[in-house]
């Protein structure tokens, strides 16, 4: 069963890297955040932490809600960042000539 989830992660990461990574990075933000959470509770003494085993289904459904939103905000917000075409660079240099010819400091 584990070796098939990891088997599964891996041909996703292959083929769709940038949504694997944005969900595992979303994955460990939901976690330290539950985990920061229990532990502030823990030593709180509160009662609620006792209420984390008996509603663990509601719990994993928040959990997969934050992964879901933590995920989608980094694919929207983070885009790849590309490479500039090299014809930008060819039509900026005849510019710059004209624009040095009419420099009053090289006249």
């Not at 994955?27 to 532990?39: D, E, K, N, P, R």
């Not at 008996?54 to 939103?69: I, L, Q």
Request: proline share 4%; aromatic share 8%.
């Amino acid at each position: 069963m584990v070796l098939g989830a990891a088997v599964v992660v891996i041909v996703l990461a292959v083929f769709l890297y940038r949504f694997v990574i944005a969900a595992c990075l979303a994955c460990l933000g939901a976690g330290l955040s539950f985990v920061g959470m229990t532990l502030l509770l823990l030593y709180k003494g509160s009662n609620p932490i006792t209420h984390i085993g008996v509603r663990g289904m509601y719990y994993a459904g928040v959990f997969a809600a934050m992964v879901a939103a933590g995920a989608c905000s980094q694919l929207l917000l983070c885009r790849p960042v590309g490479k500039k075409p090299d014809t930008d660079k060819q039509d900026k240099q005849p510019q710059l000539q004209i624009r040095a010819e009419k420099d009053w400091r090289t006249s």
